[in-house]
């Protein structure tokens, strides 16, 4: 009964499969980092078949020739033997396939050009038609989520990541570990005083990237942190001061060689973000007060900006490290103190930072 049921199966998806020559259109879902392996969003309720071979094409011109490897009711598996174009092979692109007859091909190139569409077979395995794919051709990944459902990952070797547009935000965290200059001067009078000022922080961030990959923003991503910072100090008399800083920052980064869906490599990138935000500094007297203890304390705000580079690197499941070395600068401008003195004051230098994040 079994056997009867699947020959039923078989010959009912034959019988509405595509013919040569038949165009269909389609959009790409998912594709390897190599752009050798991809998903569309067409499968068995549109007339494909596991064994069709077809040319990727767009107004401009062929964009691909691929064989399909699996298929399911809406969705089907592609493996690329001949990319002619990869930057069309992209996530969500728009083009049409038009089945062709199986090519078999050829390793020398001088024969590759002649009768290219030959028929040898009539379906079947890619890898038993003797069709030499492309390197990296079966890098169908583990992690393709609901998008891969029904299909059979055992029968496509893992050889690479996918790009993840679709996980556009990432939540990451960051440790800042630097050493700065520190300028105060009043408001009044030409008193300066300069010292060197390190401090820790730890940040929380947000970032916000493109589902788009062809777009003139799709290198640019929308960055946003709220850093809380904190300094004690004491000096060799037992004199101590604390500042106290919660600032937010909002920027952009810009990734200019490689765009920040990328997995498995190093990103670099660019980073430029505005920063506001409040502080409170306190100071406490020691031997310096011939007994007594004062206390003096005021609060302000500051604002700045923070001019970087970096890099990212990112796993197929969306987890990444993340680098930062970049120039901060901090101006803080506090009320009246006690004795209705205000100051201004300017924290600026090299950070070095890194971070944790995941992509979601």
Not at 52 to 58: E, G
Not at 212 to 233: D, T
Request: negative net charge.
């Amino acid at each position: 009964m079994k056997i009867f049921l699947a020959i039923i199966f078989v010959m009912s998806a034959n019988a509405f499969a595509l013919e040569v020559d038949e165009k269909l259109t389609v959009r790409i879902i998912r594709t390897s980092e190599t752009r050798k392996t991809i998903m569309i969003n067409r499968g068995t309720e549109d007339g494909l078949v596991e064994g069709d071979h077809a040319k990727f094409v767009v107004t401009s011109g062929i964009v691909a020739r691929a064989v399909c490897v699996q298929v399911s009711p809406s969705r089907s598996v592609w493996s690329v033997y001949r990319l002619v174009n990869a930057d069309f092979m992209i996530n969500d692109s728009v083009m049409s396939i038009k089945i062709t007859p199986p090519v078999k091909m050829t390793k020398d190139e001088t024969k590759a050009l002649v009768e290219e569409d030959t028929p040898s077979v009539a379906s079947g395995d890619p890898m038993q038609l003797g069709i030499p794919l492309a390197e990296g051709a079966s890098d169908l990944p583990e992690n393709l989520g609901s998008d891969a459902e029904g299909f059979d990952r055992s029968r496509v070797e893992v050889l690479g990541p996918v790009i993840i547009t679709d996980k556009d935000v990432e939540i990451f965290g960051m440790v800042n570990i630097s050493g700065l200059s520190a300028k105060t001067q009043k408001d009044s009078g030409t008193d300066a005083f300069n010292s060197s000022q390190s401090y820790h922080h730890i940040g929380l961030g947000g970032e916000l990237y493109p589902l788009k990959e062809r777009e003139w923003y799709s290198n640019l991503s929308l960055v946003g942190n709220l850093n809380l910072m904190r300094l004690n100090n004491q000096v060799y008399n037992g004199s101590t001061s604390s500042n106290e800083i919660t600032e937010f920052s909002f920027g952009a980064n810009w990734h200019p060689t490689k765009l920040p869906s990328t997995t498995l490599d190093f990103i670099p990138y660019f980073h430029f973000s505005f920063n506001l935000g409040s502080i409170q500094s306190s100071y406490t007297s020691g031997t310096e007060g011939g007994g007594a203890t004062n206390e003096l304390s005021a609060n302000g705000g500051t604002q700045g900006f923070s001019l970087g580079f970096g890099y990212k690197y990112y796993s197929a499941d969306g987890l990444g490290v993340r680098v930062l070395l970049d120039y901060y600068s901090r101006t803080e401008t506090y009320d009246a103190d006690d004795q209705t003195n205000k100051f201004n004051k300017i924290v600026s230098g090299p950070r070095f930072m890194i971070g944790l994040g995941k992509r979601f």
